[in-house]
């Protein structure tokens, strides 16, 4: 029995439907594979990616680690040299002075460092002198903030001084130089016969 055309037209139209609906759910297999397949590489470079920024801070956190650590030791070599060349200024006025009471006068930001050094002087000084020191850190009257630092040291009357600031080394040293410096400025004076 021949097909009329209404027939074909219709099986035409139900293969096409069926070819669509074929070719739809290809599409979405596709589709969702591609976005399975894409979620997988964007968690895996995302994966990698903080790996990297974790490895990255890691190595920098570990940098400033070694940085402070070098830096604290630093300060505390400084902070070593500066009580022990507090403690050499502290025993050589000492010795200048070599009196049984001692009174230490020093810049209040210096205190701490004074007192520790004052606390390694004394053996040091009794050892040398065999002689025994009371030492007194005058804490009413501090030196001029402003100065460079050094301690000034008295006898127990005020009447004796040693004063061991940059300030009294740089004058000292002034005065050493000043004939020097008169030469230079004002040249050799025939009539001068002492050079002070």
Same mark, same amino acid.
């Given at each position: 029995?021949?097909?009329?055309?209404?027939?074909?037209?219709?099986?035409?139209?139900?293969?096409?439907?069926?070819?669509?609906? @074929?070719?739809? &759910? /290809?599409?979405?297999?596709?589709?969702? %594979?591609?976005?399975?397949?894409?979620?997988?590489?964007?968690? =895996? $470079?995302?994966?990698?990616?903080?790996?990297?920024?974790?490895?990255?801070? @890691?190595?920098? &956190? /570990?940098?400033?680690e070694q940085q402070? %650590?070098?830096?604290?030791?630093?300060?505390?070599?400084?902070? =070593? $040299?500066?009580?022990?060349?507090?403690?050499?200024?502290?025993?050589?006025?000492f010795y200048q002075?070599?009196?049984?009471?001692?009174?230490?006068?020093?810049?209040?930001?210096?205190?701490?460092?004074?007192?520790?050094?004052?606390?390694?002087?004394?053996?040091?000084?009794?050892?040398?002198?065999?002689?025994?020191?009371?030492?007194?850190?005058?804490?009413?009257?501090?030196?001029?903030?402003?100065?460079?630092?050094?301690?000034?040291?008295?006898?127990?009357?005020?009447?004796?001084?040693?004063?061991?600031?940059?300030?009294?080394?740089?004058?000292?040293?002034?005065?050493?130089?000043?004939?020097?410096?008169?030469?230079?400025?004002?040249?050799?004076?025939?009539?001068?016969?002492?050079?002070?």
């Open positions: 029995m021949a097909l009329s055309d209404a027939d074909v037209q219709k099986q035409i139209k139900h293969m096409m439907a069926f070819i669509e609906q @074929e070719a739809n &759910e /290809k599409a979405e297999e596709i589709d969702a %594979k591609a976005e399975e397949e894409f979620n997988i590489e964007k968690g =895996r $470079l995302v994966q990698t990616q903080r790996l990297k920024i974790m490895e990255y801070y @890691e190595k920098k &956190e /570990k940098q400033i402070k %650590k070098i830096q604290m030791s630093n300060l505390m070599n400084q902070a =070593r $040299l500066k009580v022990l060349k507090a403690r050499d200024d502290l025993i050589a006025g002075l070599l009196e049984p009471r001692i009174v230490v006068r020093c810049r209040k930001q210096d205190l701490p460092m004074v007192k520790t050094a004052v606390q390694k002087s004394i053996p040091i000084y009794k050892n040398a002198t065999k002689r025994d020191v009371d030492i007194h850190i005058d804490q009413d009257n501090f030196l001029p903030e402003e100065i460079a630092g050094g301690v000034e040291i008295y006898n127990s009357d005020g009447k004796i001084k040693v004063s061991n600031t940059l300030e009294s080394r740089l004058d000292l040293v002034a005065q050493q130089m000043m004939p020097e410096i008169r030469v230079a400025l004002f040249g050799a004076n025939a009539n001068r016969k002492f050079l002070d």
